[in-house]
Nanobody, 124 residues
């Protein structure tokens, strides 16, 4: 089965930096598109950033210029470098894997997966 394990969350003061990691295990040849979401208390889960299997990236307007998503295919790990953190970035950050159609005849490659989440707290 596919597992996503996030790490790197923590508490930081405004203006500080954190780097989140999401390691994928199982069926990594599916070539998932990876993304980071976050959910603040009382708010809906929102897309922060995504990176496709071809390396193309997208960012929410609120994080453009501050966050950078990247991936190391050899380590099956996706990263989210967060700089210039603000109090409003406080949330639980989740990693998600989405199918790209590659090996779609394999059930495990045809569904999405979520990590367990990692807490990011930014104090002002």
């Amino acid at each position: 089965q596919v597992q996503l394990v996030e790490s790197g969350g923590g508490s930081v003061q405004a203006g500080g930096s954190l780097r989140l990691s999401c390691a994928t295990s199982g069926y990594t040849y599916c070539g998932f598109a990876m993304s980071w979401y976050r959910q603040a208390p009382g708010k809906e889960r929102e897309l922060v950033s995504a990176i496709d299997s071809d390396g193309s990236t997208t960012y929410a307007d609120s994080v453009k210029g501050r966050f950078t998503i990247s991936q190391d295919n050899a380590k099956n790990t996706v990263y989210l470098q967060m700089n210039g953190l603000k109090a409003e970035d406080t949330a639980i950050y989740y990693c998600k894997a989405d199918p790209t159609g590659r090996h779609s005849y394999i059930a495990a490659c045809a569904r999405n997966y979520w990590g367990q989440g990692t807490q990011v707290t930014v104090s002002s």
